[in-house]
């Protein structure tokens, strides 16, 4: 499961503060309000600030279709609150902004201009997510303790289980192929060291033979270790040894 912060357009920012100075700009450009219709809206607002916030929220949720929920201002208090959301039109607000928008007419106005316009904006959450190959459990719009305006969402990956055991399995031949080129190179080190030591031993027995052929000339064992030592060279023939064979024999020392 994924949560993230998101956006209509690249997941931008906005203050409804801002938005609320901009608001009051205009109507204080507007000339042709009616007095009765300042009136009505008193008394409208009036009764606003009478309810208590829970109802004043969920008959705003009514109005315009979405879920309305108050949370302490905390970020650890915001993923709390979503983590029990579902759908695509859900409004999280910071409770000391839905207290003033109770006691503002002019804030309530500005951001029930953003919340209007909630459902179609999850709806389009909902569409960008699914076509990063995510399914969404719950998105909506965040309202901060400081009147900052933002998009979340929850959603999840459905072929993560697939991709998991994919990696595994490529992970599994990796290993497996660097296993199995270890042990090629450690049997071509134990070849290698087998046929040296075929090569020692055969070097031994050439001079066991030699260091006896030498020794039945009547050589003492210390001038033949001296002639290993120096690498001479000895030719011993045959007939110093057994003049009935009649052969020549070179060795080297």
């Not at 203050?15 to 009136?39: G, I, M, P, R, W």
């Amino acid at each position: 499961m994924a949560v993230s912060g998101v956006g209509k357009s690249m997941w931008q920012f906005e203050n409804v503060f801002d938005l609320k100075k901009d608001a009051a700009t205009k109507q204080a450009e507007s000339a042709d309000a009616k007095e009765t219709e300042k009136t009505e809206s008193a008394q409208k607002n009036t009764g606003e600030r009478t309810k208590p916030l829970n109802q004043y929220l969920v008959e705003l949720g009514s109005k315009y279709g979405v879920n309305i929920s108050t949370y302490s201002g905390s970020d650890k208090s915001f993923m709390s609150t979503i983590m029990g959301a579902g759908g695509t039109s859900n409004l999280v607000i910071s409770r000391n902004i839905a207290e003033q928008m109770k006691k503002d007419p002019e804030l309530a106005a500005v951001i029930e201009e953003r919340i209007a316009k909630l459902p179609e904006e999850g709806k389009q959450i909902e569409n960008d997510i699914h076509a990063m190959g995510h399914e969404v459990l719950a998105c909506g719009m965040q309202i901060d303790k400081n009147g900052r305006n933002s998009y979340w969402s929850i959603g999840y990956d459905p072929h993560a289980s697939e991709k998991q055991a994919q990696c595994a399995k490529e992970k599994a031949e990796e290993l497996k192929e660097r296993q199995d080129k270890l042990m090629e190179k450690a049997a071509e080190r134990k070849k290698k060291a087998k046929e040296l030591e075929e090569k020692r031993e055969a070097r031994c027995e050439e001079n066991k033979e030699q260091m006896e052929r030498l020794l039945s000339r009547g050589e003492s064992p210390k001038e033949l270790m001296e002639k290993v030592k120096n690498n001479e060279q000895e030719t011993i023939k045959s007939d110093a040894i057994d003049a009935r064979k009649g052969l020549s024999i070179d060795v080297s020392v």
